[in-house]
């Protein structure tokens, strides 16, 4: 009965260790998902608008602006996810892997959603809105408008770099450190070769 106990007991404790890691790696990404968006909304630009009396409109519905916003979004998730991912591995490499690379995913897909919320609600670093395609006269007031995704699918490039370059760096070290690599282990089959082999004789 003791030995059924002290099983059982090593069992919650692993469980517990498990969803401690799950716990602390979605919170650190959560974290790092607030500073993505004071960046995304420091670096990205913002598109113009015109003040009317019926409200704020885009002054150039064709604008740039609106497809870079998406693209400093994906610069900035993408490169957290490959920090992340390496990072990750490198902590989990104790002998708990799977709470890592699980939170990993769901901590990057969190991290993202809440650099999307930061950033709108932000509104950091406004640029100059004086050079416009606007066919309205220079006369109309110019505003910057508001930060915004349109590409929604960004906000999975940070989970998803995240686990790849985790299983990535896993894949490497496993087949490093694979037996099948040194079948034999490590010595030739057949011996070394003497001089009688050399020469043929």
Not at 60 to 65: C, F, I, K, L, V
Not at 108 to 136: D, Q, T
Not at 139 to 147: K, Y
């Amino acid at each position: 009965m003791g030995n059924i106990g002290h099983i059982c007991t090593e069992g919650e404790g692993a469980v517990v260790r498990a969803v401690r890691d799950f716990v602390i790696t979605v919170l650190v990404l959560a974290l790092a998902g607030v500073v993505a968006g004071i960046l995304w909304s420091l670096a990205a630009p913002r598109p113009p608008y015109v003040v009317t009396g019926t409200g704020p409109l885009p002054a150039d519905p064709s604008t740039q602006a609106l497809i870079a916003a998406d693209g400093w979004f994906a610069v900035i998730t993408g490169v957290l996810g490959l920090v992340c991912g390496v990072v990750g591995y490198g902590v989990s490499r104790g002998g708990r892997p799977l709470p890592v690379v699980v939170g990993l995913a769901a901590g990057g897909l969190l991290g993202a959603h809440l650099a999307l919320l930061v950033g709108e609600a932000a509104n950091l670093g406004a640029v100059s809105v004086a050079a416009s395609g606007s066919p309205v006269g220079s006369s109309v007031p110019l505003v910057p408008g508001p930060l915004a995704l349109t590409a929604r699918g960004v906000l999975y490039a940070w989970p998803t770099l995240a686990a790849g370059v985790f299983f990535v760096l896993e894949g490497v070290a496993g087949y490093r450190d694979s037996p099948l690599r040194h079948p034999f282990g490590g010595d030739d089959p057949y011996g070394p070769l003497s001089s009688h082999d050399i020469d043929g004789r």
